[in-house]
């Protein structure tokens, strides 16, 4: 029976779901958490390596022969040198489609946030702002439609088209930006366009695509520059697509009306990231996937991807 080895098991499972498909595949062992200097002990002898955001470097690699298999616990998988891995015949899989109505469901809730701060006004109330008024109603936050805006997705991939069939449910326009076009989406509400005129037309812009060299710091200031005065940025993808800095002076100088981000360059959020003193500024911590259906389908998934492993026929491998 194989040994199985999961890094760090906290965020996907931190007590509401059961380890109990990887139980019946070998002989398990789940750590919360793993720090660097524990990865090797750890690991030891397993064959059936597990992590999520544990680094596996191609020292970490060369060191641990024995490793047959490597799953990876989220979408992304640059945690682990793919090459040292496909070099050793390592195959690695990752969750490709698992949280797709999740972050699309998370992206709108940070959007209508920022239009209504329904958060901000329930506290006002608790706090007696409201017994105290002297109208039937108050309001101190500029509230907004979003009926017949714009939003420009950029990444119209899964969770980008979710986003956007949200968006036109709320009768919004949306523009998308995108390598790939497929004609059967395009609609009177939903065209393809470059990405200039996304930045120009867009009411509100939506962060979809990966993190890739092409579009790494692609919220920059010069593309700020391009987008309409009063626009709302929104990122639910990979923190480095924005220059945090550069949002964080648009946001100041009113540029940018309101941003709202679930990632961010650095995770856990550094003390001294400047958006966390920008106006206007929501964020939330990396929580758009973390649904509990959304786990428990990434759970089955990754169960699945070792059961074909084991059993020769391997799915979802990303370094084959």
Not at 118 to 139: I, L, M, R, T
Not at 162 to 183: C, S, W, Y
Request: aromatic residues 6%; hydrophobic residues 40%; contains cysteine.
């Amino acid at each position: 029976m194989s040994k199985i080895v999961i890094l760090d098991g906290n965020t996907l499972n931190p007590g509401d779901l059961s380890w109990s498909g990887f139980e019946k595949l070998g002989e398990l062992t789940v750590y919360d958490r793993t720090s660097p200097e524990d990865i090797l002990p750890r690991i030891g002898d397993s064959e059936i390596v597990i992590t999520n955001k544990t680094p596996l470097t191609a020292e970490t690699i060369a060191s641990c022969p024995q490793i047959k298999y490597i799953g990876v616990l989220a979408t992304g998988y640059n945690v682990v040198d793919t090459g040292a891995a496909k070099s050793a015949s390592i195959p690695i899989t990752n969750i490709p489609a698992y949280g797709t109505d999740a972050v699309a469901q998370h992206t709108i809730a940070l959007l209508l946030e920022i239009c209504n701060r329904v958060g901000h006004h329930s506290e006002a109330v608790q706090n007696g702002k409201w017994s105290n008024s002297k109208d039937f109603c108050f309001w101190d936050y500029p509230l907004m439609e979003l009926a017949n805006k714009t939003m420009g997705v950029i990444g119209y991939g899964r969770i980008g088209q979710a986003t956007g069939r949200i968006a036109q449910a709320l009768g919004m326009k949306v523009i998308a930006f995108d390598a790939h076009h497929n004609p059967e989406l395009e609609c009177a509400t939903m065209s393809y366009t470059t990405l200039d005129e996304l930045f120009s037309k867009s009411d509100v812009i939506s962060l979809h695509c990966p993190l890739f060299s092409e579009t790494e710091g692609i919220v920059n200031k010069p593309n700020i520059e391009k987008m309409k005065d009063g626009v709302i940025i929104l990122n639910t993808s990979r923190g480095p697509l924005i220059v945090e800095k550069d949002l964080a002076e648009a946001l100041d100088s009113g540029k940018v009306f309101a941003a709202a981000v679930d990632v961010v360059s650095f995770e856990p959020i550094k003390a001294d990231n400047p958006l966390l003193k920008a106006k206007n500024c929501v964020i939330t911590p990396h929580i758009a996937w973390a649904s509990r259906e959304s786990r428990a389908r990434l759970m089955d998934i990754a169960v699945k991807n070792l059961e074909k492993f084991l059993g020769g026929s391997p799915e979802n491998v990303v370094n084959a």
